[in-house]
T-cell receptor, first 115, second 113 residues
Framework: ETGVTQSPTHLIKTRGQQVTLRCSSQ?????VSWYQQALGQGPQFIFQ???????GRGNFPPRFSGLQFPNYSSELNVNALELDDSALYLC??????????????FGEGSRLTVL | AQSVTQPDIHITVSEGASLELRCNYS??????LFWYVQSPGQGLQLLLK??????LVQGIKGFEAEFKRSQSSFNLRKPSVHWSDAAEYFC???????????FGTGTLLAVQP
């Protein structure tokens, strides 16, 4: 069974730039969620994708966007980067729909630094 | 609004001692509750979960947690801590129909030899 994998593991950007983070979900999982974890904080829900559609969003501005592909992998895109976007971005996969229990399987994250 | 509170930011215990990490939640319906552990620079690993039924749930690595509805609590326990348990621990509640989890701010556990 393949776990959740994320890339890149670390990256540095400057203010105003754009970034794309990628996630491959665990085998058999059709739902991907993205979380932002600032230093010293708990993860904050950004949004969730189920069968290629966004079906839940947290309190994040529209410059945070995403995609889910037919193989259930996902991308998180952040435009017009701000210093406060510096964080660990975590992807989690799970079963959605009738199998939804809320149990998430996390990747190791992509650490973004914005200078 | 749904929320999770972990009152202890940092806890230090001696190896072999017992451990209890506190978690209080605010949620209108029957909650789905989780404890995750995060080692430095790593993602989160699920320790245990409560959906319904027996209020004492067993998890991996010798951890257990007890759901107490009257106290809105879901405290994590371990009878004897090992040095490898040093990590950050997060309590979470499932919020609504999606798989959105609401996390507490975490408790950082240090283990003294």
């Amino acid at each position: 069974e393949t776990g959740v994998t994320q890339s890149p593991t670390h990256l540095i950007k400057t203010r105003g730039q754009q970034v794309t983070l990628r996630c491959s979900s665990q085998s058999g999982h059709n739902t991907v969620s993205w979380y932002q974890q600032a230093l010293g904080q708990g993860p904050q829900f950004i949004f969730q994708y189920y069968r290629e559609e966004e079906n839940g969003r947290g309190n994040f501005p529209p410059r945070f966007s995403g995609l889910q592909f037919p193989n259930y992998s996902s991308e998180l895109n952040v435009n017009a980067l701000e210093l406060d976007d510096s964080a660990l971005y975590l992807c989690a996969s799970s079963l959605g729909g009738a199998s939804n229990t809320g149990e998430l399987f996390f990747g190791e994250g992509s650490r973004l630094t914005v200078l | 609004a749904q929320s999770v509170t972990q009152p202890d930011i940092h806890i230090t215990v001696s190896e072999g001692a017992s451990l209890e990490l506190r978690c209080n939640y605010s949620y209108g319906a029957t909650p789905y509750l989780f404890w995750y552990v995060q080692s430095p620079g790593q993602g989160l690993q699920l320790l245990l979960k409560y959906f319904s039924g027996d209020t004492l749930v067993q998890g991996i690595k010798g951890f257990e947690a007890e759901f107490k509805r009257s106290q809105s609590s879901f405290n994590l326990r371990k009878p004897s801590v090992h040095w490898s348990d040093a990590a950050e621990y997060f309590c979470a509640v499932k919020g609504g129909a999606t798989n959105k989890l609401i996390f507490g701010t975490g408790t950082l556990l240090a283990v003294q030899p």
